[in-house]
C-alpha cells in the first residue's frame, strides 16, 4: 500500500538520533526546572482557529464528530498547552513538552516537536530562559554551528500605523513582507506616500549584527516606541554575547507567522545549510481569550531535522551467536558476559559481514561452550 501524502517511514539512524534528542531534551528542560505536560493529540478546532489564536482551518486535519463540533488533530503546541495551563496556579512558570502536530501546509505532515513555555514570568527573564536554553540543548547535542535571529512584531506594526489599513490590506503586507517582496510591497503602497513606502522597503534588507540597530537607533531617534524595541533587542544580544554565543543576527523587517506573536521573536539557524531549528516569541495576548492579563513566550525545536543534524555516533561491536532451535537458551545466557556488544543470534548466517565477532556453540565434555570462531 502507497503512504498518502506527507506520510513517511523511517528507520535506523534517523530514529536514534529522534529519541536520544528527546531524552537529552528531557533532562536539559528538568534541570532548568521546567514541569512537562502534554495534551491530546485530538482537540476542538476553535482551540486553534478562535479571534486570538487566528490559525487557518485549512491547514489542518479535520472531522465533524458525532455532535457536529470540529475536531482536529494538533496543529500547534503553545495554543494546546496555554488552554491546558489557562488555570494553572501562576506560581508554575515554565514548562515543557514533546510530542508531533499535524499540518497539511508543510512537507510532512507529522512533525515532532520539542517546546518550553514560560508564563507570568517578567517579560525579559522569560525570553532570556527561552534563548538559554535552546542554547544549552544544541550543545548537548552536539551541534555548535548555528545562528540567533532576533526581531520583534511591534516594529511592523508601529511603521504601518499611519497608514490606517483594513485587516486584508495589512494581511497581504505583512505576507509580501515576510516573503521579502520589495515589488509587491511597492505595489500595495502605490497610494501611500513615498517616505512611509522607502521606510517599509528599506526594513526587508534590516538584517545583519549589532550596527543594524546602532544604525536604526539614528533613523528612529524621534519614534520613542521603536527605540524602546531596539533597546530591548539590544539587551538579549549583549546577553547571548555575555554567555559566549556570538553568531546573533537581527531581522528588523521579520513580521509574525503566527497570529498570536505580539512582541519579540527568535530563530535558530544551522549553519550547515541554513535550516531552521527552533523558533518562538512572545504571545502575551494569546491569554486574553481566558480573560488574563499575563505575559507568555516560548519556542519550539523541530526535533526531525534536530535528528538529521546530530553526529552519528560510533555504534558498539556486533557480534552473532550461531545457534540452533536446542542451543537458544545457552546463546541467550551468554548475552551477558557481552556488555558492550550489540548481539545477534541467528540459526543460519546470511550476511557475515555485518558482525565484528561471530561466535559458535560447541558441545566439550557433554557441556556447551560458547566460542569465537
Known sequence: MFLPAGSQDETGVQIANRLKASEVFRKVTEKRNFKAISTPVVEYAHTFTNEIAGMDLQSMLKWFNSEGEIEVLRPDWTAAVARAIAKQHHAFQKWSYQGSVFRMDKDGTESRQAGIEIVHANPFLGESECLLTAIQYLKELEIEEYVIELGHTGIFEQMILPLQLNQDEEEALRLAMHEKRMDLVEELLINYSDEIKQDLVKLIDAYGGIDVISHYEKVWSGHPELLAILQHIRKLIELLEATGVSEVIVDLG?????????????????????????????????????????????????????????????????????????????????????????????????????????????????????VKR
Open 254 to 370: 521579520r513580521v509574525k507567522n503566527l497570529p498570536y506573536y505580539d512582541g519579540a521573536m527568535f530563530r535558530g539557524f544551522v549553519t550547515k545549510d541554513g535550516s531552521t531549528c527552533f523558533s518562538g516569541g512572545r504571545y502575551d495576548r494569546l491569554y486574553k481569550q481566558f480573560e488574563q492579563e499575563t505575559t507568555a513566550v516560548g519556542l519550539a525545536f523541530d526535533v526531525d531535522l534536530l535528528a538529521q543534524h546530530m553526529m552519528v555516533e560510533n555504534s558498539c561491536s556486533r557480534a552473532c551467536i550461531l545457534a540452533t532451535p536446542e542451543t537458544h537458551a545457552i546463546a541467550e545466557k551468554h548475552r551477558k558476559e557481552l556488555p558492550e556488544e550489540i548481539v545477534d543470534i541467528q540459526y543460519e548466517l546470511q550476511n557475515e559481514t555485518v558482525y565484528n565477532t561471530i561466535y559458535t556453540i560447541v558441545r566439550d565434555n557433554n557441556q556447551y561452550k560458547v
